[in-house]
T-cell receptor, first 113, second 111 residues
């Protein structure tokens, strides 16, 4: 299957700082990428849909000014967690669509201290 | 997308078949059944999908009932590495590919 790469796999940051997570489709072009968040022992929750060349679509309850999404090319989407707080600590996962299938990155473990 | 119901957890002995059920009684005619799994601290991995015919690939088999209200994912010879949370999702193919994850089934494969 297609490969989606996320970077970094793990990051620790101080409260109040911003963190950028990258999601790349390595062997295909993705006009649409998705960002999920997963808290311990819970399922994945969709945060937003990232569209190449246009604004992201955010799910209800997700602050667009806090979770900045940029999808500047067909192979790269970035999620920036701005002014991170300990409650933002979570597992962030991206997904990219290739043809009719969705493939997932390996996830980014964010810890805000 | 139609809602699915799965058991919270299941155990399976290594080498035996693992049969994971999923109920999707409100599935629409154009909705497919997809299965993904998530090994601890990793992103979800696609396993298999189908519309109404049974499907098989190198990972698993998918059995869909004739009325399409339920399905079973079969791992024919479970190994310890198959321990994961298995998600059954129904959706329109290509419908923006937005996947709505339920709580899934935690499969534990033991010696």
């Amino acid at each position: 299957g297609a490969v989606v790469s996320q970077h970094p796999s793990r990051v620790i940051c101080k409260s109040g700082t911003s963190v950028k997570i990258e999601c790349r489709s390595l062997d295909f072009q993705a006009t649409t990428m998705f960002w999920y968040r997963q808290f311990p022992k819970q399922s994945l929750m969709l945060m937003a849909t990232s569209n190449e060349g246009s604004k992201a679509t955010y799910e209800q309850g997700v602050e667009k000014d806090k979770f900045l999404i940029n999808h500047a090319s067909l192979t790269l989407s970035t999620l920036t967690v701005t002014s991170a707080h300990p409650e933002d600590s979570s597992f962030y996962i991206c997904s990219a669509r290739e043809d009719t299938e969705a493939f997932f990155g390996q996830g980014t473990r964010l810890t805000v201290v | 997308d139609a809602k699915t119901t799965q058991p919270t957890s299941m155990d399976c002995a290594e080498g035996r078949a693992a049969n994971l059920p999923c109920n999707h009684s409100t599935i629409s005619g154009n909705e497919y059944v997809y299965w993904y799994r998530q090994i601890h601290s990793q992103g979800p991995q696609y396993i298999i999908h189908g519309l109404k015919n049974n499907e098989t690939n190198e990972m698993a088999s998918l059995i869909i009932t004739e009325d399409r209200k339920s399905s079973t994912l079969i791992l024919p010879h479970a190994t310890l590495r198959d321990t994961a949370v298995y998600y059954c999702i129904v959706r329109i193919q290509g419908g923006g590919n937005k996947l709505t994850f339920g709580t899934g089934t935690q499969l534990k494969v033991e010696l």
